[in-house]
């Protein structure tokens, strides 16, 4: 018997005995005889020692980002993380715990969303955020539904190219059988006022990026005016990251902000579990899917949480319910609530400043080099496109043997860039690695 | 121990910093002053990184967990989660790789990705699998999409109707909805099985598939379950396995042997990844070969020594960005490694046992919904004899005076004051029975008690909460009014509150 099961053979015995059963196998007597105990096909079991060592030796043929240095970004960025934000995350009390259905046993979870809810609408200056979804590129598909079910008789949605690629593939993968359009994206090339243009009165929103996938800073406040003139709305997705310096959401009066809030303490863990924040205006509350916590007291008066406006989800609703969604990224929301409460006023501030003026400092030396240059579309935040001599593939293949994980290989999304590479940096690039960098893209 | 904890708003004082930064450490470059934020963050709190620490202990501390005790939440299969579980998913070869580095140099996270899509379709008897789904409802959501694109590819256009029986958790019909298609509810038997009646009557042309889970939610199998997939498949509809309760069946019966076409597995049920509060999990699926080229990818591919990644010529397209929930594809390959066949086997075996134990012992005094055999978790109903004025709310709420994380209630809704308890193979003997003397004995007081019951919980941080008044007036964020509201105290106006001792 494996040495997380508590029952002895004298247990079962007796266990068996009260059932009237003569044996485990007869538990089973309903499952057609035919199917029932198949062979499963499956290696032999390991001790406790055997698979840690087998784990250790599959983690030691990645290249991490601890021992290399990591210029890649796109969607998923490498960022200083405190200790103290996964020695909270290993609390048992959190990490054993589910959905806080019985709010009497879990107002630690509950006071934990509240306040992610809390700093998230601060850091975003949204009204309301909820409790989580999967990642950044699901929690703008639900944001566009959700447009489209707070609008009237509109089944358009317009989206800008410069938003991350497989955030408009899972728009796409989302919205496929829900009889709508996407347009705006068509051609790779085509500006922010070009896709402005589309909006029409048969437009449920526009879904811009700032900073976009290439790392441009927009100024979406003419972009919100033209969008509600339209009688449409204003989806917007950002860095939660780049909100320590830039414009938020709410200040240029988005209706739907998302972001991937993996930058906010969670490894980047080979693409997941990361977290989809997803924040709204007041007025859209309760047509917003996913759990929110809210403030109330309990029988003696003393504040408490608990989850509230239910009859929004699944398990009330039914096939009326505003998304489907029931397990969320709970625990990676408590790990961005703690890693912002760490960071604060002050350290969300310096950490974006830091990014910014690393990011800007590699950009001019990389531009400085024979046969690069940086493609200028404006103000940028963290990252930025490089025109390269050769295809980015070859470039980063030289930069691995210096120990170097490039930058992302823009060609196949954006083959009208040429020989284009988008690099990221953030305050775990030192001056020290941008250097070495350099030197090595100058071969 | 008094474990109050203000909201962390109320510890909040100006010029503390709670993390160590590095300098800029190259010149600076001019910032674009059309585009900063004016409000100079001044919703976020600054706090050391001693009173962060102690805050979220503190908090922790009001919470219920596994590791604290039995957490009977049925459907949810809150088993013990494996500590090495958590050492694996934070070696540096899996915590710290980027999702877009080069193929070569992630062969190690490949494999295992690759190996774990092989074990899961072993396990279930399926011929692909697809990680990406993050959980249960978005494995739905990519098995719902599949049916759509399979059907309309073989210009079987009509199909606009999903069947979900009346027992099904809120995530298959939600799940339907939200793909676009009409959602047709089945009727249950008096034997807990889809309705094979109401199931001839509502199937046909328009069908899409049947979103079926099994066993159910009732904690029944199926008695039909090989029948039921014929009539699906005879009127071209598809079969869905949600594999929620698949715990029940490991080794015992594999879904892709009687009648499913696809399924997704909870990992973070069956396979015992931690469920975080709330998530994350992982909903990977799994299909017969046929609906191989519709599966959402990337999908791990392995030839000559090298793992790839490949999206299926047909494919419904990316669920989610990446390749889903890694660190959890890292705990659930570990636990299937360390198991193997017979030690999954004896998963479900002792799953199973340890509900029908718990059904045995309780059903004299709570009526069983369905009188037979059950699976990995009982429905039982909180109507008790001589108790007029006792609801299944009650009875929840005083089994957490016990110790005991009250099972999942008033679910499923087919059933009247419904408690669904599954105690999962990780409980011992000696917590069943007090699990079973602590409900015998609020059965008890019921009767001749009531009022210690309507008062329950007593033991707990706090006392029952004001749902409905929380949903009238939502405070969803912290504002010192709104707060100090609820506290029955006049808002401060200082920038300091001070903070109440413990």
Do not use: W
Not at chain 1, 266 to 287: M, N, Q, W
Not at chain 2, 211 to 237: C, K, R, S
Not at chain 2, 323 to 340: D, E, K, S
């Amino acid at each position: 018997m494996s040495h997380y099961i508590s029952i002895t053979d004298r247990d079962r015995q007796a266990m068996l005995e009260a059932i009237g059963a003569a044996a485990v196998e007869d538990l089973f007597a309903v499952v057609p005889t035919s199917v029932r105990f198949p062979t499963l096909d499956l290696p032999a079991a390991l001790s406790e020692a055997e698979a840690a060592s087998e784990l250790r030796r599959l983690s030691s043929k990645n290249a991490d980002v601890l021992t290399n240095a990591c210029f890649l970004g796109a969607g998923a960025y490498h960022h200083f993380i405190p200790a103290a934000v996964d020695s909270i995350l290993r609390r048992s009390e959190f990490y054993t715990a589910y959905t806080p259905y019985q709010p009497e046993l879990a107002q630690g979870t509950l006071q934990a969303i509240f306040e992610y809810q809390s700093l998230m609408s601060g850091l975003m200056q949204m009204d309301a955020v909820n409790a989580s979804h999967y990642d950044g590129a699901t929690a703008l598909a639900e944001g566009a539904i959700m447009a489209l079910n707070s609008t009237r008789n509109r089944r358009k949605i317009v989206v800008a190219p410069s938003v991350n690629p497989q955030y408009r593939a899972v728009l796409r993968t989302y919205t496929q059988g829900l009889g709508v359009s996407i347009v705006g994206d068509e051609r790779p090339e085509a500006s922010l006022a070009d896709v402005v243009a589309l909006v029409d009165d048969k437009t449920a929103c526009l879904i811009v990026q700032s900073p976009d996938f290439f790392g441009t800073l927009h100024d979406l406040k003419p972009v919100a005016e033209q969008v509600h003139a339209a009688g449409a709305l204003l989806l917007m997705a950002t860095n939660p990251v780049a909100l320590g310096l830039f414009q938020t959401p709410g200040a240029v009066g988005a209706d739907i902000a998302v972001a991937e809030g993996q930058p906010l303490g969670i490894p980047l863990s080979f693409g997941g579990p990361y977290l989809g924040i997803f924040a709204c205006t007041e007025k859209l509350v309760r047509k917003m899917p996913g759990r929110l916590a809210g403030a109330t007291t309990d029988l003696n008066g003393q504040l408490g949480y608990v989850l509230t406006l239910q009859t929004r989800e699944q398990h009330i609703r039914r096939e009326k319910a505003t998304s489907n969604i029931c397990t969320n990224q709970g625990l990676m929301a408590l790990a961005a609530t703690v890693h912002m409460a760490l960071l604060g006023r002050q350290g969300l501030r310096q950490v974006a400043e830091i990014c910014y003026h690393r990011a800007h400092y590699a950009a001019a030396e990389i531009n400085k080099l024979d046969g690069y240059e940086v493609l200028s579309f404006g103000p940028f935040f963290h990252e930025f496109v490089v025109r390269c001599p050769a295809p980015a593939a070859e470039i980063n293949r030289a930069l691995e043997f210096a120990s170097i994980i490039g930058g992302y290989d823009l060609s196949a999304d954006y083959p009208h860039l040429g020989n284009a590479m988008l690099f990221c940096v953030t305050e775990m690039n030192t001056p020290a690695d941008i250097n070495r960098l350099v030197a090595t893209l100058k071969g | 121990m008094n474990t109050y904890e203000p909201p962390i708003f109320e510890l909040s004082g100006s010029g503390k910093v709670g993390a160590s930064l590095p300098a800029v450490g190259v010149p600076t470059s001019e910032l674009p002053s059309e585009l900063l934020r004016t409000d100079d963050l001044q919703g976020l709190p600054e706090l050391s990184e001693t009173e962060v620490v102690r805050h979220f202990t503190r908090i922790s501390q009001r919470n219920f967990c596994i590791d604290t005790g039995m957490y009977p939440l049925g459907s949810c299969t809150m088993k013990y989660n494996p500590k090495i579980h958590e050492e694996a998913a934070r070696l540096p070869g899996f915590a710290h790789i980027h999702p877009l580095q080069d193929e070569a140099s992630v062969q190690g996270a490949l494999r295992l990705s690759y190996e774990l899509q092989q074990l899961l379709a072993e396990i279930a008897g399926f011929d692909e699998v697809c990680l990406q789904p993050a959980a249960g409802a978005q494995g739905e959501f990519a098995g719902i999409l599949v049916f759509r694109a399979y059907h309309l590819d073989r210009g079987d256009e009509q199909r606009d109707e999903v069947l979900c029986p009346n027992s099904a958790h809120g995530t298959n019909p939600a799940t339907a909805a939200m793909v676009g298609f009409k959602v047709i509810e089945i009727a249950t038997d008096a034997r807990g099985n889809v309705d094979l009646a109401d199931l001839r009557a509502k199937v046909g042309p328009r069908t899409a598939g049947l979103m079926l889970t099994n066993p159910n939610t009732l904690g029944l199998f199926d008695e039909h379950v090989q029948e039921v997939a014929q009539i699906v498949h005879d009127a071209g509809g598809l079969m869905y396995g949600d594999g929620a309760n698949f715990n029940a069946i490991l080794g015992i019966v594999r879904p892709g042997d009687v009648g499913f076409d696809f399924m997704h597995y909870n990992l973070h049920k069956t396979f015992t990844t931690p469920h975080g509060g709330g998530g994350p999990g992982c909903g990977a699926v799994g299909c017969k070969a046929f609906l191989a080229p519709y599966l959402p990818g990337p999908i791990i591919h392995h030839e000559n020594g090298q793992y790839t990644r490949y999206v299926p010529e047909k494919s419904i397209g990316r669920v989610k960005s990446f390749m889903g929930n890694f660190g959890m594809f890292v705990r659930a390959y570990t636990y299937i490694r360390m198991l193997g066949a017979a030690g999954l086997r004896e998963i479900s075996e002792n799953a199973v046992l340890n509900a029908n134990y718990l059904r045995v012992k309780l059903q004299d005094v709570y009526p069983v919904a369905y009188d037979r055999p059950c699976m990995h978790e009982v429905v039982l109903q909180g109507k008790l004899k001589d108790a007029p004025d006792i609801h299944t709310l009650d009875i929840a709420k005083r089994l957490i005076d016990f110790g005991f994380h009250p099972p999942t209630v008033y679910f499923p809704i087919s059933v009247a004051e419904a408690i669904m308890i599954e105690p999962t193979e990780t409980e011992s003997k000696q917590n069943l029975d007090a699990f079973i003397a602590a409900m015998r004995q609020i059965a008890h007081e019921a009767v001749e008690t009531p009022e210690v019951l309507h008062a329950a919980p007593t033991t707990t941080p706090v006392r029952r909460l004001d749902e409905v008044g929380a949903a009238r007036k939502p405070v969803l964020k912290y504002d010192r009014a709104a707060i100090a509201a609820l506290r029955g105290q006049a808002a401060s106006t200082d920038d300091q509150i001070v903070r109440p001792t413990y």
